[in-house]
């Protein structure tokens, strides 16, 4: 009976604590959270993320390049919603002002400044080279003719103007035939050898050899008389558009305000008051640029008084005066030539065809297209040195029905030229054309209802380079053909264990094919409307030794079509023939045609490939 007694003692005791835990601890809980949010509350109102009803505006102060700055970042054109809002010009226009020297400096800058240094003579702008000619020369005593029997000209020009235009020696150049005597060879006359310069090319740009000449180049001659004549006429303009408003005001404080402009004759009629009201008239006029003119109006009679007030006669407007000597200094900008130039083009394609329970019948399909490449430019004017280089990768795949996923793309190629000036529109060059593949390739047939796969082509088996040395002719900036006299094509086969070469033209018991020929390739980008371009590279190649009539085509066409500023329609044809890429000639049923020795009949043939796709374009 105790140990029950205690046993409640101890019981009730635990429950009354576990009451009063349960009274106190949301009332504590409750005053920790009333502290905790005042405290972050006063925090946030004292950082200023928080503002209160009494918080005040703080005092704004920019001092004039902070002024700049800031207007210079607000005028940025995402920040508007119309680019031509006049608040934005205005800014615009108030920002230049004050970010640039005053008008008067630059136009005393302008009229004093030397354009005849930044002339450039015409002959400068062409080629030239000696043409060597056989002249006669005759004997003037024995073949003077009577003026009476030549028709009444003053000057007889020679009837081939082309043949005159090339004469620019000063000598050659002045050369007519008078009136009073013209010059007939006799018998006794010889053939002398005379020298005529001759113009052989244009040149697109042409700098000075003035160590202060400020612009790179020229494109054409008499830039900087046409230089000079705009400026003349924009400074000739802005004194007529030249304009100010001046303010008069008198003892009434009437203010009337006048504006001077150069371009009209302008008068106002003004009174003029003393402090008896008594007012005469005066004409204020616009007598010219910064010019005011005061003219008092006829009929008018007034007595001067004996005694005037003495003005202050030391009175000056303070004007700073400036210091014009540092804007006529000419510092050379030094510009660094950017001799090479990098580009990327990725076009990526998807096509999918699902099908489920469709009683018109089909194949599932699944394909993807990925298309990289890499240019790199070189330029170099002043060496006459000029390269042009890109690198391609392209690889397709494709999955039909319950057939797995197979390759039906792999290009791995690079194409790489070197040019020197030569003359007119022609260069030297020395080119190299690699081509390859990346992944393992097969072809696939039925054998006994079975799908067998056989490998025909893996990474650099087969791999093909084309080394040539010739001419490069470019007619425009779109189009250039390259004609190489001596030319080398390998072709190379590392496994030949799995791999059967003689596909490729490889004789059985080599791993390589050596030709030396001729090749041509061709190529011309045409832009027929402003989204859409056609790209074609052409490649010739004609072996000297073995069949040189029989001529290798590899000419590869791309139609893209710029549909917005992400997607293309894409359009890819590849048409190949290689007289050393032979394939079994099959019968009506599909099966190989024998010799009469029994082995496979091959023979050379097309190859052509076409794909039609949207793809997603990437260019950086």
Same mark, same amino acid.
């Given at each position: 009976?105790?140990?029950?007694?205690?046993?409640? *003692?101890?019981t009730?005791r635990?429950?009354?604590?576990?009451?009063?835990?349960?009274?106190?601890?949301?009332?504590?809980?409750?005053?920790?959270?009333l502290?905790t949010?005042t405290?972050?509350i006063?925090?946030?109102q004292?950082?200023?993320?928080?503002?209160?009803?009494?918080?005040?505006?703080?005092?704004?102060?920019?001092?004039?390049?902070?002024a700049?700055?800031?207007?210079e970042?607000?005028?940025?054109?995402?920040y508007w919603?119309?680019?031509?809002?006049?608040l934005?010009?205005?800014?615009?226009?108030?920002?230049?002002?004050?970010?640039n020297p005053?008008?008067?400096?630059?136009?005393?800058?302008?009229?004093?400044?030397?354009?005849?240094s930044?002339?450039v003579?015409?002959?400068?702008?062409y080629?030239?080279?000696?043409?060597?000619?056989k002249?006669?020369s005759a004997?003037?005593?024995?073949?003077?003719?009577?003026?009476?029997t030549?028709s009444p000209?003053?000057?007889i020009?020679?009837?081939?103007?082309?043949?005159a235009?090339?004469?620019?020696d000063?000598?050659m150049?002045?050369l007519s035939?008078?009136r009073d005597t013209?010059?007939?060879?006799?018998?006794?006359?010889?053939?002398?050898?005379?020298?005529?310069l001759?113009?052989?090319?244009?040149?697109?740009?042409?700098t000075s050899?003035?160590?202060?000449f400020?612009?790179?180049?020229?494109?054409y001659?008499y830039?900087?008389?046409s230089?000079?004549v705009?400026?003349?006429?924009?400074?000739k303009?802005m004194?007529?558009?030249d304009s100010?408003?001046i303010r008069?005001?008198? *003892?009434?404080?009437?203010?009337t305000?006048?504006?001077?402009?150069?371009?009209?004759?302008?008068?106002?009629?003004?009174?003029?008051?003393n402090?008896?009201?008594?007012s005469?008239?005066?004409?204020?006029?616009?007598a010219g640029?910064?010019?005011?003119?005061?003219?008092?109006e006829?009929?008018?009679?007034?007595?001067?008084?004996?005694?005037?007030?003495?003005?202050?006669?030391?009175?000056r407007?303070?004007v700073e005066?400036?210091?014009?000597s540092?804007?006529?200094?000419?510092q050379?900008?030094?510009?660094?030539q950017?001799?090479?130039?990098y580009?990327?083009?990725?076009?990526?394609?998807?096509?999918?065809?699902?099908l489920f329970?469709?009683?018109?019948g089909?194949e599932k399909?699944?394909s993807?297209?990925?298309?990289?490449?890499?240019?790199?430019?070189?330029?170099?004017?002043?060496?006459?040195?000029?390269?042009?280089?890109?690198?391609?990768?392209?690889?397709?795949?494709?999955?039909?029905?319950?057939n797995?996923?197979r390759k039906n793309?792999?290009?791995?190629?690079?194409?790489?030229k070197?040019?020197?000036?030569a003359?007119?529109?022609?260069?030297?060059?020395a080119?190299?054309?690699?081509?390859?593949?990346?992944?393992?390739?097969?072809?696939?047939?039925?054998?006994?209802d079975r799908?067998?796969a056989?490998?025909?082509s893996?990474?650099f088996?087969?791999?093909?380079?084309?080394?040539g040395?010739?001419?490069?002719?470019k007619?425009?900036a779109q189009t250039?053909?390259n004609?190489?006299?001596?030319s080398?094509?390998?072709?190379?086969?590392t496994?030949?264990?799995r791999?059967d070469q003689?596909?490729?033209?490889?004789p059985?018991n080599?791993k390589?094919?050596?030709?030396?020929?001729?090749?041509?390739?061709?190529?011309?980008?045409?832009?027929?409307?402003?989204?859409?371009a056609?790209?074609?590279r052409?490649?010739?190649?004609t072996?000297?030794?073995?069949?040189?009539?029989?001529?290798?085509?590899?000419?590869?066409?791309i139609l893209?079509a710029?549909?917005?500023?992400?997607?293309d329609?894409?359009?890819?044809?590849?048409?190949?023939?290689?007289d050393?890429t032979?394939?079994?000639?099959?019968?009506?049923?599909?099966?190989?045609?024998?010799?009469?020795?029994?082995s496979?009949?091959?023979?050379?043939?097309?190859?052509?490939?076409?794909?039609?796709?949207?793809?997603?374009?990437f260019?950086?």
């Amino acid at each position: 009976m105790k140990k029950i007694y205690v046993m409640i *003692r101890i019981t009730g005791r635990f429950v009354i604590t576990v009451f009063v835990l349960l009274i106190a601890l949301p009332v504590i809980a409750q005053n920790d959270t009333l502290k905790t949010s005042t405290e972050i509350i006063d925090s946030l109102q004292r950082s200023g993320l928080i503002f209160s009803d009494l918080h005040k505006r703080p005092d704004i102060s920019l001092n004039t390049d902070q002024a700049i700055l800031f207007l210079e970042k607000r005028l940025q054109q995402h920040y508007w919603n119309n680019a031509n809002d006049p608040l934005r010009k205005a800014l615009s226009q108030l920002v230049f002002q004050a970010s640039n020297p005053p008008y008067d400096s630059s136009e005393v800058f302008l009229k004093k400044y030397p354009f005849d240094s930044l002339m450039v003579s015409w002959d400068k702008f062409y080629i030239w080279e000696p043409l060597r000619l056989k002249m006669p020369s005759a004997t003037p005593e024995k073949s003077e003719v009577p003026v009476d029997t030549i028709s009444p000209v003053d000057t007889i020009s020679p009837a081939d103007t082309t043949f005159a235009a090339l004469l620019s020696d000063s000598s050659m150049a002045n050369l007519s035939l008078k009136r009073d005597t013209l010059i007939i060879p006799s018998e006794e006359s010889d053939l002398r050898d005379t020298s005529i310069l001759v113009i052989i090319d244009t040149l697109k740009q042409v700098t000075s050899a003035n160590p202060l000449f400020p612009f790179r180049y020229y494109e054409y001659p008499y830039q900087g008389d046409s230089l000079e004549v705009a400026v003349n006429s924009l400074l000739k303009y802005m004194e007529e558009r030249d304009s100010s408003i001046i303010r008069f005001t008198g *003892r009434t404080n009437v203010i009337t305000p006048f504006w001077i402009n150069s371009s009209r004759d302008y008068m106002a009629r003004y009174w003029l008051s003393n402090e008896f009201d008594d007012s005469v008239t005066v004409w204020i006029g616009d007598a010219g640029r910064n010019t005011i003119g005061l003219y008092l109006e006829q009929g008018i009679n007034f007595k001067r008084p004996t005694r005037q007030e003495t003005t202050n006669t030391e009175a000056r407007i303070n004007v700073e005066k400036q210091d014009k000597s540092k804007l006529l200094e000419l510092q050379r900008v030094v510009v660094k030539q950017q001799y090479w130039k990098y580009r990327t083009e990725t076009n990526l394609a998807f096509s999918q065809t699902s099908l489920f329970n469709w009683v018109k019948g089909g194949e599932k399909s699944l394909s993807s297209l990925l298309d990289v490449t890499g240019y790199v430019d070189y330029n170099n004017k002043q060496k006459k040195i000029s390269s042009n280089n890109f690198a391609r990768i392209k690889l397709g795949f494709l999955a039909t029905g319950d057939n797995p996923i197979r390759k039906n793309t792999d290009i791995f190629e690079t194409n790489s030229k070197v040019n020197h000036k030569a003359f007119g529109k022609f260069d030297f060059s020395a080119i190299m054309l690699f081509k390859t593949q990346l992944l393992p390739g097969y072809t696939y047939s039925k054998v006994k209802d079975r799908d067998t796969a056989i490998l025909v082509s893996k990474i650099f088996n087969p791999a093909t380079i084309t080394l040539g040395f010739g001419l490069d002719y470019k007619p425009n900036a779109q189009t250039s053909i390259n004609f190489s006299p001596l030319s080398y094509k390998g072709t190379f086969m590392t496994d030949t264990i799995r791999l059967d070469q003689t596909k490729y033209g490889i004789p059985a018991n080599r791993k390589s094919l050596h030709e030396p020929g001729v090749s041509l390739n061709v190529s011309h980008n045409w832009k027929p409307l402003k989204s859409v371009a056609v790209t074609n590279r052409l490649s010739l190649f004609t072996n000297y030794v073995n069949n040189p009539q029989n001529v290798d085509i590899d000419w590869e066409m791309i139609l893209t079509a710029n549909l917005n500023w992400f997607t293309d329609l894409r359009v890819n044809t590849h048409f190949i023939f290689d007289d050393d890429t032979k394939t079994p000639v099959l019968d009506d049923e599909n099966k190989p045609v024998l010799r009469p020795d029994g082995s496979v009949k091959k023979t050379a043939r097309i190859q052509f490939k076409e794909m039609i796709g949207l793809t997603l374009a990437f260019r950086f």
